[in-house]
């Protein structure tokens, strides 16, 4: 009988997950990943076991927790959090299929050499996260008209941190108002912005696409209906905790596909066979309660583009 059970055991395939975050702050789109392995077939602790690492933001940790993947012999790896899970994966292995989630330009950062059809070991999903940021400029100037400072609260150690503040500021100087970058990689850095926030006087935020803020989501929402300050997010997941207004793709549709994409991988296909994915859904949240609260009338034209309306 033991033969019998250990040979069972390791007939499960195990799929490593690698994220830059934390579990507390992502458990829904953890959910999105395992719904995108039940499509094809696979039920997570039943017949596929995953082995997550949480890196809780200290990307020097990834290497490590790459490497342990790899040498507990899973069938393939998800990567999540931006492109530092992905890197760390890619070195340490070029046999190991490799999935990723990130914002990051995956051609730009070296993960793969073509999106149709990736060479080596490694695939994924590409949120356009970056490229958006000078329509949630627009956006924000259209609710608010008068606004002549724009607030930009930024990770500096994200790999994209120095293009998308440049990105921000050509927008924000089209646009004839004045820029103040405010940057946290922790969370007594996030109550410090916006105490400079205050003193800098600024009309409105808006808010970088970045793992370690979208991690920060409840205290930067907080603190931002603790000062009256309209802001704009690139994800959803802010305007359903009481963000004013959210503009991007949609991660947990970019995990889902994830998912999926693992599953097809333990189920024998090459990874030249999955293009790189390109998260093209794009998503106008309003929070009309959270707008009533600060005073603001919402333009109907951006209440006649948006996807949701939370009343």
């Not at 490229?131 to 607030?151: C, M, N, Q, T, W």
């Not at 293009?275 to 309003?286: D, G, I, S, T, Y």
């Not at 009309?288 to 009343?311: C, F, M, N, Y």
Request: net charge neutral; charged share 20%; aromatic share 6%.
């Amino acid at each position: 009988m033991w033969p019998l059970m250990a040979r069972a055991q390791q007939a499960v395939p195990a799929v490593g997950f690698l994220h830059s975050t934390s579990r507390a702050a992502n458990e829904r789109l953890i959910a999105a990943f395992s719904a995108g392995l039940r499509e094809v077939g696979f039920t997570e602790a039943q017949d596929v076991r995953v082995d997550y690492r949480w890196a809780e933001g200290d990307y020097g940790r990834l290497s490590d927790m790459a490497a342990d993947l790899v040498a507990r012999s899973v069938s393939v790896i998800v990567t999540a959090g931006g492109v530092p899970p992905a890197l760390a994966a890619k070195a340490a292995t070029r046999i190991v299929p490799v999935v990723f989630v990130s914002g990051s330009d995956p051609i730009e950062f070296g993960l793969v050499s073509s999106l149709s059809r990736p060479e080596g070991n490694i695939t994924g999903v590409h949120l356009l996260a970056y490229l958006l940021d000078s329509k949630r400029v627009e956006l924000l100037r259209e609710l608010l008209p008068g606004a002549a400072s724009i607030a930009l609260l930024a990770n500096p150690s994200s790999p994209q941190a120095q293009a998308q503040n440049d990105n921000v500021e050509r927008a924000v100087r089209t646009l004839g108002a004045r820029l103040v970058v405010l940057n946290a990689t922790i969370a007594s850095e996030v109550e410090s912005a916006f105490t400079r926030i205050v003193m800098e006087k600024v009309d409105a935020l808006l808010v970088s696409a970045d793992p370690f803020l979208l991690n920060q989501r409840e205290q930067i929402v907080d603190l931002a209906a603790r000062h009256a300050l309209p802001a704009a997010y690139q994800w959803r997941e802010f305007a359903e905790l009481g963000g004013l207004m959210s503009y991007g793709t949609s991660i947990a549709d970019a995990y889902r596909h994830a998912g999926v994409y693992a599953g097809r991988i333990l189920k024998g296909q090459r990874v030249a066979e999955l293009p790189v994915q390109q998260a093209v859904k794009v998503e106008l949240v309003v929070n009309l309660k959270t707008a009533r609260r600060l005073g603001i009338q919402v333009p109907q034209s951006i209440l006649a583009r948006a996807d949701e309306v939370i009343e």
